[in-house]
């Protein structure tokens, strides 16, 4: 089941990284094109985002390269709850997410990395 939602979200989702942009900024949901490159999929596990049922809070573990870093929470529709870049700050505030599984999508400049928490 978990392997078919991260499925599912790579199909409908296309990460990439523009090599043009100076500012390292990464973007989600564009079109590849000739100065942009797909970004590898990486699955994360309960080690990488903690606690996976979270009530305030979900922190990002320290293996979790932030140089550069994007964050976005969406839930199971696709609602954008959480979108942000992130430079060191490994802790996001929940607390005002509605009860239910979100989806959280980190990417780097050499990846992109999938996992999910729940919300109580």
Do not use: H, W
Request: charged share 20%; aromatic share 8%; net charge positive.
């Amino acid at each position: 089941m978990k392997g078919t939602l991260l499925l599912s979200l790579l199909l409908l989702n296309t990460f990439i990284l523009s090599s043009q942009d100076t500012t390292k900024a990464l973007a989600f949901n564009q079109v590849p094109n000739s100065s942009q490159s797909v970004l590898p999929l990486k699955e994360l596990d309960s080690s990488d985002i903690y606690p996976t049922i979270a009530e305030n809070f979900i922190v990002i573990n320290k293996n979790v390269n932030m140089a550069y870093t994007r964050v976005r929470i969406e839930d199971v529709t696709g609602v954008v709850f959480f979108d942000k870049q992130l430079q060191g700050n490994r802790m996001i505030d929940v607390s005002d997410f509605k009860a239910g599984t979100y989806i959280i999508k980190i990417a780097t400049q050499k990846e992109i990395a999938l996992g999910q928490f729940v919300k109580r």
